[in-house]
């Protein structure tokens, strides 16, 4: 959290309020949120003095700001990352990280109370337009450029359970554990079942639904939780209402009515209907 509809969310957030205004002193007030760009928080704020962020893209969850210079500011929001424009005179967030003054009397704050997120100045890499921590990223299912037909038969070669490859960045990006569990719940399908067995209709719908899901939800801003994922202006996202069986543990499935389980799953949870998504004859 957040995932791709969350940090789709900020992206657009950032093309309307943060573009076309030049960047003055930035002020790194926790080195850990710069701590992946190598050569330091002094480095840092100095490539960011004075260039002019032109555009704002995504891959996944990672987002960037493109720079005049031809250099990108990159994001990851990790946890409980936020990007807010803010008023210059508001007062600073509890959990401020890195603080960018713009042009207009505004400031691009980053806030980040468990400090997984980064920031990071990056060069382009061999994808055009692309920085270069994130050339190994696959695209997303909301890229244009995207091949269903190409990701359905990867799946189904992989030998693993279908979350862990959904979740697998290198195969898809963008796809979290809140999204990979409704996209399943409305797919039928358990988090442990194998891609091996996923017939070519299965794995077909199972990424229509991911699609469908994620789209529904950035049409009602993402989902927010605890309050740390909003938008540039600090609004939370609505999709929580939607959700059928993350975070809904002992509550009745909407389809048929028998508890929703929790079960671990790669140090975190996974949620599903024991009667709609039985589990394979292996894990009983």
Sequence with gaps: MPELPEVEVVRRGLATHALGWTVGAVEVLHPRSVRRHVPGAADFAAR?????PTAAHRRGKYLWLTLDSGEMLLSHLGMSGQM????AGKPDEKHLRVRLPLSDGRELRFVDQRTFGHLLVDAPGEREGVPSSVDHIALDPMDPDFA??????ALRARRTEVKRALLDQSLVSGVGNIYADEALWRARLHWARSTRDLSLLQAT??????????????????TTFDGLYVDVNGRSGYFERGLNAYG???RPCVRCGAPIVREAFM??????????????????
């Design 48 to 52: 960011l003095e004075g260039r002019v």
């Design 248 to 250: 809904r543990q002992d």
């Design 148 to 153: 269903p037909e190409s990701f359905v038969r």
């Design 267 to 284: 140090n975190r949870s996974s949620f599903s209907c024991p009667h709609c998504q039985p589990a394979p004859r292996a894990r009983r």
């Design 84 to 87: 807010l424009v803010q008023p």
């Design 205 to 222: 719908e199972l990424l229509g639904h991911v699609h469908d899901v994620m789209n529904e939800a950035l049409a009602v801003g993402g």
